[in-house]
């Protein structure tokens, strides 16, 4: 096969060229008569500044959709290609642009995919392939003194987090493991006590659930449940939040989650105590679980407050790349946006879970993988306790509906902890601008599911 080492800046005349948006192999639904829909309820944007650049939050979300439709087509051209010198992608808004980092000569399929596409785009030569760090990092996997493992997006090597108090210098597996590694390794010490991830909370023995003058809210939901709404597991006596909705492979309905919010046949109950259904699927190594429920395709938007909660229709879903602006929706801190992705398809140790310890089945040391690690530029919280399994998401470009991106799996506390929004159960909810979560496609590709869309209002 021909291969060309034309590293090159490819452009389009006059910008981004505004296209249509398609999301593909997901499941349409009716509108849901059942559960009366709030007036003007999607007319709610986010109150987070807008970047330097853009005039509002949809402008800016319309560039980022045109850069990750291109995104993901030139990344599934370039898997097809063994031995891929793919590296990463950073889609940015505000660069009008996408990088494409490459290792090696760039094959002509993968060169003829960027020719096409409707964005201006930047190969940059790598160091690495993406296929080459990822290798390196499962060769680390066996360390406990490891806390994150992150290929970088630049193709440059790889970040390790690992815990002070076990240096390289006290670890010597570790050291020497490091010292053997095939690629150029950067290690930043985080102090163990400092390094716990959130999880599903146990939280106070009573939370407020009334909603008000509403027949429904975050609090206390009722069937078909939406996105971002309070659970509880009795059994696991923890609090978490539901995500989207999906179809599995077998026609059933489900809300995906957090794997640490229960295990399989585990009953999940809503915020007013009315059982959801059982944890049908789980999957601790993705971070991620399957409730069998009556679910809709609709999230809950606005605060916590449930005067403030609004509810928006889920219009697809999109993969997560490095620059990519977008907001949690938890069932304790409401709506938060400002946050943009900072690191793709990490690992994320698994072993220090920070609350109440392992569940059933949990490996000491195992990785959950892969991790979207995302940052909330204004320095103020982006989640944190009880926020696990909620939805992850961006808006479209009209801001009326949101684009599924992934599932909250945990907030990193120490340096990045920031006091929570929404309820703080008295002072001891955890709350950090750091944030990670798993990747929705990715999470559907694994459990043979679609997600289930919701007709406009």
């Known amino acids: 096969m021909k291969v060309r080492n034309a590293l090159k800046r490819i452009t389009v005349l006059g910008g981004i060229m505004a296209m249509p948006l398609t999301f593909l192999g997901q499941t349409a639904e009716a509108a849901d008569p059942e559960k009366e829909v709030k007036v003007g309820e999607s007319a709610w944007q986010p109150t987070e500044r807008v970047p330097e650049g853009f005039r509002s939050w949809g402008e800016l979300w319309s560039v980022q959709h045109r850069l990750n439709t291109a995104a993901e087509k030139i990344e599934k051209v370039s898997k097809l290609d063994k031995g891929s010198g793919y590296a990463g992608i950073i889609a940015a808004p505000e660069n009008r642009e996408l990088k494409v980092y490459w290792h090696g000569a760039v094959p002509d399929q993968v060169e003829s995919a960027i020719a096409i596409q409707q964005v201006p785009i930047q190969v940059i030569p790598a160091k690495y392939s993406a296929s080459k760090l990822h290798s390196e990092a499962l060769r680390l996997n066996a360390r406990d003194a490891i806390k994150a493992i992150i290929p970088k997006v630049d193709g440059s090597g790889l970040a390790l987090r690992v815990n002070k108090e076990r240096s390289l210098v006290a670890d010597k597996a570790l050291k020497n493991a490091v010292r053997a590694a095939r690629v150029e390794v950067e290690i930043t010490e985080v102090p163990t006590s400092l390094s716990a991830h959130t999880v599903a909370g146990r939280g106070p ?16 939901d009722t069937p078909p449940y939406y996105a971002g709404g309070q659970i509880w597991n009795t059994f696991r006596q923890r609090y978490c939040s539901t995500g989207f909705a999906v179809q599995t492979g077998d026609g059933k309905r489900g809300m995906l989650t957090n794997s640490d919010c229960g295990w399989p046949r585990d009953l999940v109950s809503d915020g007013g105590g009315d059982s959801i259904g059982f944890i049908r699927q789980h999957e601790e190594k993705r971070g991620t679980a399957i409730i069998e429920a009556n679910a809709a395709g609709r999230i809950f938007d606005g605060g916590y407050d449930p005067a403030t909660t609004f509810s928006k229709p889920v219009a697809g879903a999109t993969q997560s790349y490095v620059g990519n602006w977008l907001c949690t929706s938890g069932a304790f801190s409401g709506v938060i946006c400002g946050i943009k992705v900072t690191e793709v398809n990490g690992y994320m140790c698994c072993y220090d879970t920070g609350y109440g310890g392992q569940l059933p089945g949990q490996t000491p040391g195992g990785l959950i993988r892969p991790v979207t690690f995302a940052m909330q530029v204004d320095g103020t919280s982006a ?75």
């Open 383 to 457: 989640g944190g306790t009880g926020d696990d399994g909620g939805p992850i998401f961006e808006l479209t470009d009209d801001t009326q509906a949101v684009i599924a991106k992934g599932i909250f799996d945990g907030a990193s506390v120490g340096s990045s902890e920031r006091p929570c929004t929404g309820d703080t159960w008295n002072g001891t909810r955890r709350c950090s601008r750091e944030i990670y979560y798993s990747d929705v496609k990715q999470t559907l590709s694994h459990f043979g599911a679609t997600i289930i869309r919701s007709a406009a209002n």
């Open 205 to 220: 023995s009573t939370l407020p659930t009334a909603c008000g003058a509403l027949s429904f809210c975050r609090q206390n």
